[in-house]
């Protein structure tokens, strides 16, 4: 099955700075990969995802990355505020199968005022 | 975005006793469903997966006669925890994949507590 590895397990940075957060994954076959961000006590909400077929996707401060043939994606915050602060999690699946994400281990972000 | 809700979002209830857990896709129909288990500072884990109208698929290590899930339509899955004890206590989350593509939205979680 797939196996997603998370980097770091916590990350801390200045507000204003960048955040990068990097998984890979281990099946090929898996074409659809998420990012989640979780609020304490709540449920995981989608902030941005990638296809396969796509290198790179932007949506105002949150970018994100694939490279295929290395088999590895990155969540890239610009511009980090203190609401930004959360656990994020990356996710990998292969798409139109029936089974469910793959999640890493998680990203405790904190954002230093 | 679309909205998953889970009822109730927070429930205590008695060793031995059964506690039921409804995932519901709102604004759209969903064909997959899955149910996740968080314990805290970790990450989630798949419990097991429901297809509308068959079977649910469980994750190696998870117990079929404990956790019943019933898919009854494309827009309801439950799962039901059956004869609880302590160590079933966590955050249960389900999500749902939409009919029309690949995207998987999360519900906002369930507290249980079993004392």
Request: one cysteine or more; a negative charge; hydrophobic letters at 35%.
């Amino acid at each position: 099955g797939e196996n997603v590895e998370q980097h770091p397990s916590t990350l801390s940075v200045q507000e204003g700075d960048s955040a990068v957060i990097k998984c890979t994954y281990s099946d090929s076959a898996s074409n659809y990969f998420p990012w989640y961000k979780q609020e304490l006590g709540k449920g995981p909400q989608l902030i941005i995802d990638i296809r396969s077929n796509v290198g790179e996707k932007k949506d105002q401060r949150i970018a994100v990355t694939l490279n295929k043939t290395a088999k590895h994606f990155s969540l890239h915050i610009t511009e980090t505020q203190p609401e930004d602060s959360a656990v994020y999690f990356c996710a990998a699946i292969m798409g139109g199968g029936a089974d469910g994400l793959t999640f890493g281990k998680g990203t405790h972000l904190i954002i230093q005022p | 975005g679309a909205v998953v809700s889970q009822h109730p979002s927070w429930v205590i209830c008695k060793s031995g006793t059964s506690v039921k857990i409804e995932c519901r896709s709102l604004d759209f129909q969903a064909t997959t469903m899955f149910w996740y288990r968080q314990f805290p500072k970790q990450s989630l884990m798949l419990m097991a997966t429901s297809n509308e109208g068959s079977k649910a698929t469980y994750e190696q290590g998870v117990e079929k006669d404990k956790f019943l899930i019933n898919h009854a339509s494309l827009t309801l899955s439950t799962l039901t925890v059956t004869s609880a004890h302590p160590e079933d206590s966590s955050f249960y989350i389900c999500s749902a994949r939409s009919t029309s593509g690949n995207t998987i939205y999360f519900g906002e979680g369930s507290w249980l507590t079993v004392v």
